[in-house]
């Protein structure tokens, strides 16, 4: 989906679209936790989370990373990630590695942490003091 101005609501309303609990199999449960992201390109990616038993599932944030990457996009602007109770949160310690390592610029890209004020945090703040920036300089 392609959009000049997305708003948080546009976001956060993608993801609610895709969240839908539900048993796969006796070891995998997909679709508590949701989420969608805004590219720099003006698309939006969404994911829904798989749990499985033997622990080779995936977050709804990694899940939508890795559709935005199958699409051959890398830059993340915002990301909303929807918990079973309807409330934005935010995402796990893989998660927030794994967009600070698609771009030197990821420090920047925004996490909706309140739906009803639109309140934001930075993924910086969540990760600070990141080890890997340098790397990013030494290109």
Do not use: H
Request: aromatic residues 6%; charged residues 25%; contains cysteine.
């Amino acid at each position: 989906m392609k959009t000049k101005n997305t708003s948080w609501k546009e976001l956060y309303q993608a993801a609610k679209d895709v969240q839908k609990s539900r048993v796969i199999s006796p070891f995998i449960e997909a679709g508590g936790v949701s989420a969608s992201l805004l590219t720099d390109g003006g698309n939006i990616y969404v994911g829904v989370c798989i749990d499985s038993a033997c622990s080779l599932g995936m977050c709804a944030e990694r899940n939508a990373i890795a559709n935005m990457i199958t699409n051959g996009e890398s830059k993340i602007k915002k990301l909303v990630a929807i918990m079973p109770n309807g409330k934005p949160g935010l995402p796990c310690g893989a998660c927030r590695e794994l967009m600070m390592q698609l771009d030197e610029n990821s420090k920047n890209i925004e996490i909706l942490i309140n739906s009803e004020n639109e309140q934001t945090v930075k993924l910086e703040e969540l990760i600070p003091e990141w080890w890997g920036k340098e790397r990013f300089c030494a290109e």
